[in-house]
């Protein structure tokens, strides 16, 4: 759905182009949908960082201490 919406986009900027005003609203949607995509990625890297270490935390308390 994502990719759908981008090659839209990207179909509108390639029509707009002949457009003055046109090309500027498309180029601000692009920048809009490339920065959500960002942050959705971002927001998402920090999510599986902070699961990993509460298992490598959680997994270090299970392991039997050396003699």
Do not use: E
């Amino acid at each position: 759905m994502v990719m759908g919406l981008v090659y839209l986009i990207y179909s509108a900027y390639f029509l707009a182009s002949d457009t003055d005003g046109m090309d500027s609203f498309v180029n601000f949607m692009l920048a809009c949908t490339y920065f959500l995509l960002g942050a959705i990625n971002i927001s998402s890297l920090i999510k599986v960082i902070n699961m990993v270490s509460q298992f490598i935390t959680f997994r270090d308390n299970q392991i039997p201490m050396q003699f």
